[in-house]
Nanobody
Framework: QVQLVESGGGLVQAGGSLRLSCAAS????????MGWFRQAPEKEREFVAA????????YYADSVKGRFTISRDNAKNTLYLQMNSLKPEDTAVYYC?????????????????WGQGTQVTVSS
């Protein structure tokens, strides 16, 4: 079982930036891909971004494309999400997730392990 711990959330004004981190632990750590999802109050959890752990291919939701950047540090088993030009509609709890086997990166059911989430609040 992989343990995932997110950090870096907080309160920021519209137009500002935040960088989320997700530290993965557990032996052995094996992941095909990792992703970021978010869930706003009374809304379903939605895909934000994903990255293939080995090849580094990236995938983004249209709503964040050009503003968010997903990256990973294989040596540190850490996933990042750089969020720029934040908007009030980006306000949500952000979760990182790990996928052990192949699957569609945009759906929650493809992922085996989830972090506890970190709150991001963007004020207008």
């Amino acid at each position: 079982q992989v343990q995932l711990v997110e950090s870096g959330g907080g309160l920021v004004q519209a137009g500002g930036s935040l960088r989320l981190s997700c530290a993965a632990s557990g032996r052995p750590f094996s992941s095909v891909a990792m992703g970021w999802f978010r869930q706003a109050p009374e809304k379903e959890r939605e895909f934000v971004a994903a990255i293939n752990w080995i090849g580094g291919n990236t995938y983004y939701a249209d709503s964040v494309k050009g503003r968010f950047t997903i990256s990973r540090d294989n040596a540190k088993n850490t996933l990042y999400l750089q969020m720029n030009s934040l908007k009030p509609e980006d306000t949500a709890v952000y979760y990182c997730a790990s996928m052990r086997n192949g699957g569609r990166v945009v759906v929650t059911t493809s992922y085996d392990s989830w972090g506890q989430g970190t709150q991001v609040t963007v004020s207008s």
